[in-house]
């Protein structure tokens, strides 16, 4: 039978030589070096951030054709993340938290518009302490650009959010 390997173990050419892959100066990444075994015998949190759809240490994405409220649909999510209630009024939210909302849908009056209607749609006073825990920008990061990275970065590292959202991510 043939002998199993470490994922990522140096592989050997037919002369015993080593074989790296890479491409000049910039070396393609190594794979992590697990086994199978160790993956399925990791026992991982089972903490949500929403209820049985969406873990609380998982990236995810809203997705949807042109007009479909995925906005709006983010907007409820983040007022309900830092309220800790419930997302689109039926799935309940387990990991209360702060959140950092990145928009580029619509600019300042009309972001102010739709969070005051979800924030009243939630029976949530939009003047209230839980309007302290959702830090809103108007622009949306370009992720090509450094010093933008650099700002969700520290924001990241500062804020701590439980929910960091991106709209959109184009």
């Known amino acids: 039978a043939p002998e199993l390997r470490r ?3 140096p592989v050997a050419d037919d002369l015993g030589d080593e074989v ?3 491409h000049g100066e910039h070396p393609l990444p ?13 026992e991982y949190s089972n903490q949500f951030l929403i209820r049985g ?16 409220q ?3 649909d983010c907007l409820d999510l983040a007022v309900g993340v830092a309220a800790g209630t419930n997302w689109l009024g039926r799935f309940q939210i387990d ?14 009056r009309n972001m102010t518009r739709r969070l005051t209607a979800v924030f009243n749609g939630k029976g949530i006073d939009p003047n209230g302490p839980v ?14 650009d450094q010093q933008h990275l650099d700002t969700i970065r520290y924001n990241a590292e ?6 960091i959202i991106l709209d959109p991510l184009y």
């Open 7 to 9: 994922i990522g173990a």
């Open 20 to 22: 790296v892959s890479g």
């Open 30 to 42: 190594r794979p992590t070096d697990v086994l199978a075994r160790q993956l399925l015998d990791t």
């Open 53 to 68: 759809i969406w873990h609380a240490d998982a990236y995810g994405t809203i997705s949807a054709g042109p007009k479909a």
């Open 70 to 72: 995925k906005t709006w």
């Open 95 to 108: 990991r209360q938290g702060p959140v950092v909302f990145y928009s580029g849908e619509g600019g300042d």
């Open 131 to 144: 309007a302290e825990h959702v830090h809103f920008h108007t622009r949306a990061p370009r992720l090509t």
């Open 158 to 163: 500062t804020i701590r959010p439980a929910l």
